[in-house]
């Protein structure tokens, strides 16, 4: 029996937690753009860094903006009030990112493709998410 008690200790569930979870999918997206943007400044022309260094910020701009509106719906969602949100505002998230990433790249600021890969961030803080899940899941487990 107590087996079963010790299972459910603090480390496990904080691995499965929402919102620390939540907190270390931003704080690794924030660390592979700086990553991503200290590597390539020396190694790399200055368009590529700051190709890199605009995706990465606009993807962190992304991910809060998403999480705050996604957030609004389900609370007044939850507390029963008219649901206030547009399909137009979710929307125009991209449309300003698109607008940025080409005035840059029309002014000639960044590299195209850098700037893709600054806005993959969140695809390698997932992947890195993944992995600490998948190391949760082998080391908390029991013995059966």
């Known amino acids: 029996m107590s087996e079963i ?11 499965t937690d929402p919102v620390a979870m939540e907190r270390r999918l931003f704080r690794t997206m924030c660390v592979t753009v700086a990553s991503a943007v200290l590597v390539s400044a020396p190694l790399w022309p200055w368009r590529v ?8 910020v606009l993807s962190l701009f992304n991910h809060h903006w998403l999480r705050t509106s996604l957030g609004a719906v389900f609370s007044t969602a939850e507390s029963g009030r008219k649901v206030k949100f547009n399909a137009a505002r979710y929307v125009l998230r991209y449309f300003i990112i698109a607008g940025v990433v080409g ?3 029309t002014l000639n600021l960044v590299s195209i493709v850098a700037t893709l890969l600054g806005l993959c961030s969140f ?19 029991e013995e059966t």
């Open 123 to 141: 695809v390698a803080a997932a992947m890195v998410e993944a992995f600490m899940q998948v190391y949760f899941a082998i080391v908390n487990r």
């Open 103 to 105: 005035l840059a790249y």
């Open 5 to 15: 008690v010790d299972s459910v200790s603090g480390s496990a569930l904080r691995a």
């Open 49 to 56: 860094t700051t190709g890199l260094l605009l995706g990465g």
